[in-house]
């Protein structure tokens, strides 16, 4: 059996790719026999991982070349952007099945969704921008999501080529079902699936002793502020930890520790138990999940998370926002978290306040947690969903 991955952006092979998505899915499903390869554009890269097969963009796009790896299926990561047709119709012409993964969040527009579409969009646009650039950037795009034959239909015509639709979260399937049911694409409804991504087997709990700890994990680079929202992070860690004299909190990613020289640092964090780490090794990450209670998200928009799942496969229970733009945060709170409700410090420092006080009163079991995620999430039992779900065996 022959199943390659493959994603038509040119990213570094590095041991980053084969940890997420395309690449270790790619490995898990060679971790259950399955004969498989990661597919990439070149230029290629002296970090590449020699389970990497880079080929000139045009191939991509030819029938015969993919024929003549003589392949059963193609899981292609392309997130059903119209610009990529070409490639999945050399696919399907090359006589393998073809798996198309979706964006995380699943597929929503002004047509299917009204109101909240412009509120999601105004917000992404202006946070990311700044109103000045923000707010013409938003009209545009507006207007040209609003006039289906110049960006919905195309999407669905790409998505018609499929013979499976991967989406990530139980609402992003029903939102992407709604936005096929929009523009009369009913026949592809049925090929959508529930197929979450992949997360690597390290994640996961062993009996540790759970320490009365909160975690963070972002990137918390400069760029990435108007999306992670450091500031209400760090605003409602001050309120909760001043109020919880016996927790303390972690913050872990990439430039962590110059959040302590930001404007909007709170003095009084100064006085409370917390630590910022700006990179830590795989193996480091895990204990710490491990031994923490709850994984805090404070982002405004997110298409999957990867992080609070990751502590989830370790035991934690999670506190994000409310929102729509974070659809699988709210389907993982269902069972093992809490939402606050507004985008302010105090409805988080609250809903932090309710984690602590579940696990004070025997309401969160580590065990239970880990177990019902990373029998989800794991990348072998991602795998193995993937070929159920291509109706494959293996």
Excluded at 45 to 52: A, H, K, M, V
Aim: hydrophobic share 40%; glycine share 6%; proline share 5%.
């Amino acid at each position: 059996m022959r199943v390659f991955t493959c994603t038509p952006v040119a990213f570094k092979g590095n041991h980053t790719f084969f940890s997420r998505e395309s690449g270790l899915l790619s490995r898990a499903l060679g971790s259950i026999g399955v004969n498989s390869k990661a597919v990439m554009p070149l230029p290629g890269d002296t970090e590449d991982e020699q389970d990497l097969l880079r080929v000139a963009y045009e191939n991509l796009e030819d029938a015969d070349w993919w024929r003549a790896l003589d392949l059963d299926a193609v899981v292609f990561f392309a997130w059903a952007m119209p610009q990529y047709t070409p490639i999945a119709r050399a696919i399907k012409d090359s006589g393998a099945k073809l798996f198309l993964y979706l964006d995380a969040s699943g597929l929503w527009n002004p047509w299917s969704d009204g109101l909240d579409w412009f509120r999601s969009y105004w917000n992404f646009n202006t946070r990311t921008y700044g109103r000045a650039i923000g707010t013409p950037r938003f009209v545009l795009g507006a207007l040209r999501q609003s006039i289906p034959r110049f960006f919905a239909i195309p999407r669905l015509e790409h998505m018609a080529l499929a013979d499976v639709i991967g989406t990530g979260s139980p609402s992003a399937l029903q939102r992407t079902i709604d936005y096929a049911r929009t523009f009369g694409f009913d026949r592809i409804t049925e090929r959508m699936v529930l197929s979450p991504p992949a997360i690597p087997e390290h994640f996961g709990y062993q009996g540790e002793f759970k320490k009365k700890r909160v975690i963070c994990v972002a990137r918390w680079r400069r760029q990435d502020w108007a999306q992670k929202n450091p500031e209400l992070l760090l605003r409602c860690l001050a309120m909760f930890l001043d109020s919880c004299r016996d927790y303390e909190a972690v913050i872990v990613g990439s430039e962590a520790g110059r959040l302590v020289r930001t404007p909007f640092y709170p003095d009084e964090l100064k006085r409370l138990p917390i630590t910022f780490i700006d990179a830590l090794p795989n193996s480091d990450l895990t204990k710490l999940y491990m031994e923490s209670q709850v994984s805090l998200c404070s982002s405004y928009h997110e298409s999957f998370h990867l992080a609070s799942f990751e502590a989830a496969c370790c035991g934690c229970s999670i506190v994000a926002l409310d929102s729509d733009d974070v659809p699988a945060l709210q389907w993982l709170a269902e069972t093992d978290g809490t939402l606050a409700k507004k985008e302010t410090p105090h409805a988080f420092s609250d809903a932090l306040m309710h984690e602590a006080n579940a696990w004070e009163r025997g309401e969160r079991d580590p065990e239970q947690i880990a177990r019902r995620w990373t029998s989800e999430l794991q990348a072998s039992q991602a795998a193995r969903r993937v070929m159920r779900q291509l109706r494959l065996s293996f």
